[in-house]
């Protein structure tokens, strides 16, 4: 059972929180810290996260041209448990920034280091959250059931990255996008190259989206010794932010046409959609693009869920043609 945190000396809102958002407004108060650490006042992270797991699933329909209830179980199963392994993910990774993010002006109102919560609490509520999507996982089949546990590598290694690489929105790409593979997996039964397409595609766009949002922080990291893609780009941001729209586009394009190569045309080319549609809300992203405008990055950032959802109403529309 999970101890009662103490009430904490300020309402506990989180720095970079959506204002007026449901756990500081409506949650009950004993349960606005675990929330919190699950990020539910910020949820964009569970849109990204959740997306790529909406695409394989989709990718998977869009390839026979059928969706059943299975699939409908399969997106909404990944709905829940995108919202619980964002929450024990980031529940991880403050567990093991704690001495980094009471030194970060954006984290130090986390629920660790503003008090909130301790260690051993925080732990419990990780675990929990990760035995109830396990339930959930156990209904996706053998196939994802496996791909699901080998998912848990990546997870377990992110918040450490920034610590010796330069490259840590990789490894966030690396975890954050593995629900392509499994989504799809879990569909069709299977593996084929295209959801690896949509899977390397969504490793490259978590570089695009994480750089932008990194940059809030580069002036603290770099005092603090933590590494970033934005610290490593610098000024050369937009041509590198460039670079990887492009990858993006492409790959995701070649695992439509992997897939659907079999389907109607029409089928194809609506879904050949999604891919020009990410890039075009990413190239709008690039036109406001200002590295040195925290609150800009933040926004820009956020986008991220309507960039990913485009690609999904478009995958949604081909399974239908």
Known sequence: MIDTPKAPETSGQVFDAVKGNWVDTRAPAWTRPYLRLSRAD??????????????????????????????????????????LMRGAGCTWNDISDRNFDGKVERTKSRPIPSGQVTVKQAAIWMVLQALIALVILLSFGKLAIALGFLSLLPVMIYPFAKRFTWWPQVFLGIAFNWGAILAYAAVSGRLSAAPFFFYFAGIAWTIFY????????????????????????????????????????????????????????????????????????????????????????????????????????????????
């Open 42 to 83: 910020r949820p964009v992270g569970t849109w990204l996260l959740l997306l790529p797991c909406w695409w394989g699933a989709l990718l998977a329909a869009a390839e026979t041209g059928t969706f059943g209830l299975r699939t409908l179980w399969i997106m909404i199963g990944c709905a829940l448990g995108a919202w």
């Open 210 to 321: 994480d750089t932008i949002y990194a940059h809030q922080d580069k002036d603290d990291d770099a005092m603090i010794g933590v590494k970033s893609t934005a610290r490593l780009f610098g000024d050369n941001t937009a041509l590198w932010l460039r670079r990887f729209l492009v990858i993006t586009v492409v790959l995701m394009g070649a695992g439509v046409v992997e897939a659907l190569v079999d389907r109607s045309v029409l089928a194809l080319v609506v879904a050949l959609g999604a891919p020009w549609a990410m890039g075009l809300h990413m190239t709008w992203q690039m036109t406001k693009l200002d590295t040195e405008n925290p609150d800009m990055c933040l926004k820009l950032f956020r986008s991220n869920r309507d960039t990913g959802l485009l690609a999904a109403l478009f995958l949604a529309v081909s399974v239908f043609l």
